[in-house]
T-cell receptor
Framework: AQSVTQLGSHVSVSEGALVLLRCNYS??????LFWYVQYPNQGLQLLLK??????LVKGINGFEAEFKKSETSFHLTKPSAHMSDAAEYFC??????????????FGKGTHLIIQP | DAGITQSPRHKVTETGTPVTLRCHQTENHRYMYWYRQDPGHGLRLIHY???????DKGEVSDGYSVSRSKTEDFLLTLESATSSQTSVYFC??????????FGPGTRLTVT
């Protein structure tokens, strides 16, 4: 079975500071991992994905994430926070259903707050 | 992003009434999913489909049924709505690359 733990339901950083959102996963098979962002009253938008290629993955809006198998982690970072980054962020792992349509198992989300 | 629409976007209904939510996609994606989003729980998979008339249960399927008669449409039905089904419902689609695209969501309130 697969599971995802996001450390910190709320993270607050100052504008211009480093953003670090933590995600640890559990998977019995090599994982496919994803980060999604959700702005208020909107759907989820894919930020980036890891699918067993390069361990450092670059996404949209200046975000990147590094897959570390030894730590079972897939933390999301951005060097300099912008006010527009304020949103809810979800880490997800591919769930192997056996029926051909593999869903996603999501973490509970981290609300990113940007202080001016 | 995949063209995914959900209808209705907002609905208020009474306990015990049937409710059907619709997901429509224009990308010809084979796989479709229904999730619910609740505070403190992230998104949880309700049902999914791997082709026309091919569906299966997800993590939180009790009280829900689905149907897919066309590639582009995936319906979620609450046969007899309960207050515990008050939630925001998201439809997702994917190709074989596994990344999923999501619709804008339907906010359902059961009174």
């Amino acid at each position: 079975a697969q599971s995802v733990t996001q450390l910190g339901s709320h993270v607050s950083v100052s504008e211009g500071a480093l953003v670090l959102l933590r995600c640890n996963y559990s998977s019995s098979v090599p994982p496919y991992l994803f980060w999604y962002v959700q702005y208020p009253n909107q759907g989820l938008q894919l930020l980036l994905k890891y699918t067993s290629a390069a361990t450092l993955v670059k996404g949209i809006n200046g975000f990147e994430a590094e897959f570390k198998k030894s730590e079972t982690s897939f933390h999301l970072t951005k060097p300099s926070a912008h006010m527009s980054d304020a949103a809810e962020y979800f880490c997800a792992v591919r769930t192997y259903s056996g029926g051909g349509a593999d869903g996603l198992t999501f973490g509970k989300g981290t609300h990113l707050i940007i202080q001016p | 992003d995949a063209g995914i629409t959900q209808s209705p976007r907002h609905k208020v209904t009474e306990t015990g009434t049937p409710v059907t939510l619709r997901c429509h996609q224009t990308e010809n994606h084979r796989y479709m999913y229904w999730y619910r989003q609740d505070p403190g729980h992230g998104l949880r998979l309700i049902h999914y489909s791997y082709g026309v008339k091919d569906t299966d249960k997800g993590e939180v399927s009790d009280g829900y049924s689905v149907s897919r008669s066309k590639t582009e449409d995936f319906l979620l039905t609450l046969e007899s709505a309960t207050s515990s089904q008050t939630s925001v419902y998201f439809c997702g689609t994917s190709t074989s690359s596994y990344e999923q695209y999501f619709g804008p969501g339907t906010r359902l309130t059961v009174t």
